[in-house]
Structures are given as structure tokens and as C-alpha cells.
Nanobody, 117 residues
Framework: QVQLVESGGGLVQTGGSLRLSCAAS????????VHWYRQAPGTQRERVASITTGGSTNYADSVKGRFTISRGNAKNTVYLQMNSLKPEDTAVYYC???????????WGQGTQVTVSS
């Protein structure tokens, strides 16, 4: 059974940084596609960053240049480094993992990020 656990959220001031972690268990392959999504109250969940099996990354325009998605040395760990945080980055951040053959996807429980002005 695949389980994702996000951590690293918290309260930070505008301009601060946080690093979110997504640790996956129950996944056989390390060739996974991983996305980070976020959802603020009253809004739709939006994808903010993605990393492919080959290591290519993609970002939403709203976070480009400030957020970095990367894979950790530990198998099936993915990070989201968030710098220059803004109040509009406040949301619950979710990790989403797709193992091969990229049909099923799995979600973590989310971690709250709050940026104070």
C-alpha cells in the first residue's frame, strides 16, 4: 500500500523560506512522477511543481524562480524548497505521486504553509 507523508510546513514571515518533504512508502519503483499541489481555502487545488522520472522539472508561473522541486538521496523522497514566500503562497500543500505505468496516483495528507505579512 502506497503512503505519502508530507512534512515541513509551518508559519513563516513574508520573504522567508520553508522546505517541504514528501516521503513515499510502499512504492517499488523509484521512477515516479511527483507533483506538488496546493489548495487555499475557497480555491481549486493547483499544481505548483512537478518532477519527471528523468529529473525534468516544471513550475507554475506563480512560483517560478522561487520554488525548487528536487529528489532526495533517500529513495522516493521529494522536496519542495520554497524561497521568498508571499502571503498568497498560504495554502495546504499536497504531494502527488504517480508510479509506473503512471495510471494511478496517490496523495498525501497535506501540510499547512502559512505566510504572514
Amino acid at each position: 500500500q502506497v503512503q505519502l507523508v508530507e512534512s515541513g510546513g509551518g508559519l513563516v514571515q513574508t520573504g522567508g523560506s520553508l522546505r517541504l518533504s514528501c516521503a513515499a512508502s510502499g512504492v517499488i519503483s523509484s521512477n515516479n512522477r511527483v507533483h506538488w499541489y496546493r489548495q487555499a481555502p475557497g480555491t481549486q487545488r493547483e499544481r505548483v511543481a512537478s518532477i519527471t522520472t528523468g529529473g525534468s522539472t516544471n513550475y507554475a508561473d506563480s512560483v517560478k524562480g522561487r520554488f525548487t522541486i528536487s529528489r532526495g538521496n533517500a529513495k522516493n523522497t521529494v522536496y519542495l524548497q520554497m524561497n521568498s514566500l508571499k502571503p498568497e503562497d498560504t495554502a495546504v500543500y499536497y504531494c502527488n505521486l504517480l508510479p509506473p505505468p503512471f495510471v494511478m496516483s496517490y496523495w498525501g495528507q497535506g501540510t499547512q504553509v502559512t505566510v504572514s505579512s
